[in-house]
């Protein structure tokens, strides 16, 4: 051969071996060249990197040495078969003991390197480093036991339980029912998994009941919720149902879990004694309403019998024989003061009657107030002037307007008036006084009386409702006067209220009217 083919040839193989020499330190992957017994005879810098050896110490080792003993025999039993040509390449997951003792998991890959005759010369061994992707499956795999366990666990714990078990998936479809639950349905459990479960649910709780599944699980939340359940033997049951959204611990939602009781004779005995209650209230009203006739009969028996007793007495002063014109005249006057007051208690029991069958009515018309407080305020004076109370009426000049009936609105001026002076002391003093606006008109009487007790003050507008209903009181009356009051004033669309600062401070009853009459009053009248 020439010398220059012999000298290009050389040149070559020099270059060749320089490429293999750069390719082979710098590989991602461990390489090694190991002879026929096992001994290294090349390994380029990326092995020492995994096994943790510098390239001296690990050319004085073995491949033997560096094997994991559960692994050797496995690798020389595939040599053997690479040697006799049995196989051309061996491929495995194996694993290595470092130079500290740790194990490194790798992905092996071994090859017969050939003399020209096909003596075997060396063994090739390509070594990919996969300890974190053999770590994290064995994690996976502890992960999943564990899950199983727990699950083996929850599902033992949730058969043996008393009470009903459900779960359900992030689907909001239900993966499991305990041992209660089927028998509770008597279903098996394929037919409940998923929705099956509200074929059971009574059709009045049907909707209710999904819904507030529904809108718990989107919210994540936990609901509670109670409903019907068809039992094995056909018959509803009431469940309590408590939900609870599960999540993992890295706060990923995973689905509900939850548990049924059957609240069916705890129902049955809160019915029964809403039942018993409403009875006793109704056989309480009755027996009241019963008590309040007997003392209505008394109390109007009283106040009838207290003028009338008054009108005979005095009769009789007439009779014995001649008697002066005076105490003709003081006669007369005491008869007609006590008929009026029989006169009263007659038409407020008959306009309590009217309101209370719905009769009463009013004829609106345009109608100036200031007469009708004028009115209102003669037919107190004299009662007032007997005890000196100072009576002050504070509209002089103002003419005010309002659409009502003129005979109603002076009876609700003049029982507020009279009210007032029966309830101040001698000497004390009451005012009528008139404020408007653009739309309203209102009436206050004002006066310094005995005040109202402020427990008192939600019922002084009911009927025969009296702050003292003692027989001894002081004041008479039916208790019948503001209730009529408050009712013709609604009648003519308005309102009325009381305010008392307390015991001894007076009372103040404001009434507010509408210039206009309303005229859904009308079309009801």
């Given at each position: 051969m020439p010398h220059w083919l012999l000298w290009q040839a050389e040149a070559t193989r020099n270059i060749m071996d320089d490429r293999y020499k750069v390719i082979f330190e710098n590989a991602a992957v461990g390489i090694a060249r190991v002879d026929r017994n096992g001994r290294f005879q090349e390994v380029n810098q990326r092995l020492c990197e995994i096994l943790g050896y510098d390239h001296y110490e690990l050319m004085m080792k073995t491949?033997?040495?560096?094997?994991?003993?559960?692994?050797?025999?496995?690798?020389?039993?595939?040599?053997?078969?690479?040697?006799?040509?049995?196989?051309?390449?061996?491929?495995?997951?194996?694993?290595?003991?470092?130079?500290?003792?740790?194990?490194?998991?790798?992905?092996?890959?071994?090859?017969?390197?050939?003399?020209?005759?096909?003596?075997?010369?060396?063994f090739v061994s390509i070594i990919e480093d996969i300890s974190a992707r053999k770590w994290a499956e064995q994690k996976l795999r502890l992960a999943e036991e564990a899950l199983r366990t727990s699950h083996a666990r929850f599902r033992l714990l949730a058969d043996t339980a008393p009470v009903m078990i459900w779960s359900a998936g992030i689907d909001k479809l239900c993966n499991f029912f305990n041992k209660s639950w089927l028998e509770f349905t008597g279903r098996p459990l394929e037919k409940e998994l998923g929705n099956g479960w509200t074929e059971g649910i009574h059709p009045e709780d049907y909707d209710r009941c999904v819904h507030t599944y529904i809108k718990a699980f989107d919210a994540r939340q936990p609901f509670k919720m109670e409903y019907r359940l068809r039992r094995y033997d056909g018959a509803y049951r009431y469940l309590l149902d408590h939900g609870a959204p599960q999540f993992s611990p890295s706060r990923k939602f995973i689905g509900?879990?939850?548990?049924?009781?059957?609240?069916?004779?705890?129902?049955?005995?809160?019915?029964?004694?809403?039942?018993?209650?409403?009875?006793?209230?109704?056989?309480?009203?009755?027996?009241?309403?019963?008590?309040?006739?007997?003392?209505?009969?008394?109390?109007?028996?009283?106040?009838?019998?207290?003028?009338?007793?008054?009108?005979?007495?005095?009769?009789?002063?007439?009779?014995?024989?001649?008697?002066?014109?005076?105490?003709?005249?003081?006669?007369?006057?005491?008869?007609?003061?006590?008929?009026?007051a029989q006169l009263q208690i007659i038409e407020d029991?008959?306009?309590?009657?009217?309101?209370?069958?719905?009769?009463?009515?009013?004829?609106?018309?345009?109608?100036?107030?200031?007469?009708?407080?004028?009115?209102?305020?003669?037919?107190?004076?004299?009662?007032?002037?007997?005890?000196?109370?100072?009576?002050?009426?504070?509209?002089?000049?103002?003419?005010?307007?309002?659409?009502?009936?003129?005979?109603?609105?002076?009876?609700?001026?003049?029982?507020?008036?009279?009210?007032?002076?029966?309830?101040?002391?001698?000497?004390?003093?009451?005012?009528?006084?008139?404020?408007?606006?653009?739309?309203?008109?209102?009436?206050?009487?004002?006066?310094?009386?005995?005040?109202?007790?402020?427990?008192?003050?939600?019922?002084?507008?009911e009927r025969f409702r009296q702050e003292d209903a003692s027989s001894g009181r002081r004041h008479g009356g039916l208790g019948l006067g503001l209730s009529i009051v408050k009712y013709l004033v609604?009648?003519?669309?308005?309102?009325?209220?009381?305010?008392?600062?307390?015991?001894?401070?007076?009372?103040?009853?404001?009434?507010?009217?509408?210039?206009?009459?309303?005229?859904?009053?009308?079309?009801?009248?």
């Open positions: 491949f033997a040495d560096i094997t994991h003993p559960d692994d050797l025999d496995s690798d020389v039993r595939a040599l053997e078969r690479l040697l006799a040509g049995e196989i051309q390449v061996y491929r495995r997951e194996k694993r290595y003991i470092c130079k500290d003792g740790s194990i490194m998991w790798a992905n092996l890959t071994v090859s017969m390197v050939r003399e020209p005759d096909g003596t075997p010369d060396c509900y879990i939850g548990s049924c009781i059957d609240i069916t004779d705890r129902k049955e005995a809160e019915a029964e004694r809403e039942q018993l209650a409403k009875e006793q209230a109704a056989r309480a009203a009755a027996e009241a309403s019963i008590r309040s006739k007997d003392e209505l009969l008394a109390m109007v028996s009283h106040e009838l019998r207290s003028p009338l007793s008054a009108i005979l007495s005095y009769a009789r002063l007439l009779q014995p024989g001649p008697v002066s014109v005076e105490n003709i005249n003081k006669v007369v006057a005491v008869i007609e003061r006590n008929a009026k029991l008959l306009d309590s009657a009217r309101i209370m069958a719905g009769k009463l009515r009013v004829t609106p018309v345009p109608v100036d107030l200031a007469p009708v407080l004028d009115s209102a305020l003669d037919t107190v004076r004299t009662s007032a002037e007997a005890k000196s109370i100072s009576l002050v009426g504070q509209f002089s000049g103002r003419t005010e307007q309002v659409i009502g009936d003129p005979t109603r609105l002076g009876q609700i001026v003049w029982n507020l008036l009279s009210n007032a002076v029966k309830f101040t002391s001698e000497g004390g003093r009451v005012e009528l006084m008139l404020e408007s606006d653009a739309d309203w008109v209102r009436i206050m009487v004002r006066d310094t009386g005995k005040g109202i007790e402020p427990e008192f003050l939600p019922y002084v507008f609604e009648l003519h669309g308005g309102t009325i209220a009381a305010a008392s600062a307390g015991p001894g401070r007076g009372s103040t009853f404001t009434v507010t009217l509408p210039r206009r009459y309303p005229e859904f009053l009308l079309n009801a009248g």
